[in-house]
């Protein structure tokens, strides 16, 4: 039973550029939530997506942006990438409709901006 | 504004001692208060707690759910090195569920 897969695992860009990161939920699971985790802080929610819509979304400008795919797979977009915009990015997935279902997180990918 | 505080940010003890972590929040519309364990990258989930279990235990880790005064306590004994890692607290609200709140955290360190 695969669990939630990220990729890359680590990418470094430079100010100003644009970067694309990808996530599968764990086989069953329908809803991607994207979280953002700069260092020695806990995660922070940016959005989420549910039949490839983005259903919630946290303090997040709009230079983040997303993608849900048929498969439930799931894009998450940063422009005009900041030095601040270093973090790990974690996607986490759940079954949405089974109640209080704990989310899964994959193992993150590691953005440093330059 | 919701808000999830853990305390301490971190810890050392000695292999065999108890360590407690504290969270205490404030959610609109709390519907549930989730504790995870982050080692390297991906948190992985230890207990949920709502409502309807406000105390959960596996094996040395034991949780409990305060609604009343509005907190939680992790509870881990007879630690060992496996268990050094960041212990994150978050909480989720009914009309948000995948949108979790989470605290900074409590880095653990546990020396032999």
């Known amino acids: 039973d695969a669990g939630v897969t990220q990729s890359p695992t680590h990418l470094i860009k430079t100010r100003g550029q644009q970067v694309t990161l990808r996530c599968s939920p764990k086989?069953?699971?329908?809803?991607v939530s994207w979280y953002q985790q700069a260092l020695g802080q806990g995660p922070q929610f940016i959005f989420q997506y549910y039949e490839e819509e983005e259903r919630q979304r946290g303090n997040f400008p709009d230079r983040f942006s997303g993608h849900q795919f048929p498969n439930y797979s799931s894009e998450l977009n940063v422009n005009a990438l900041l030095l601040g915009d270093s973090a790990l990015y974690l996607c986490a997935s759940s079954k949405r409709g089974t109640g209080q279902s704990p989310l899964h997180f994959g193992n993150g990918t590691r953005l440093t901006v330059t | 504004e919701d808000k999830v505080v853990q305390s301490p940010l971190s810890l050392v003890v000695h292999e065999g001692d108890t360590v407690t972590l504290n969270c205490s929040y404030e959610v609109t519309n709390f519907r549930s208060l989730l504790w995870y364990k982050q080692e390297k990258k991906a948190p992985t989930f230890l207990f949920m707690l709502?409502?309807?279990?406000i105390e959960k235990k596996s094996g040395r880790l034991s949780s409990i759910l305060d609604k009343k005064e509005l907190f939680s306590i992790l509870n881990i004994t007879a630690t060992q090195t496996g268990d050094s890692a960041i212990y994150l607290c978050?909480?989720?609200?009914?009309?948000?569920?995948?949108?979790?709140?989470f605290g900074a955290g409590t880095q653990v360190v546990v020396t032999p």
């Open positions: 978050a909480v989720g609200a009914t009309d948000s569920w995948g949108k979790l709140q």
């Open positions: 086989s069953g699971h329908d809803t």
């Open positions: 709502t409502s309807s279990g």
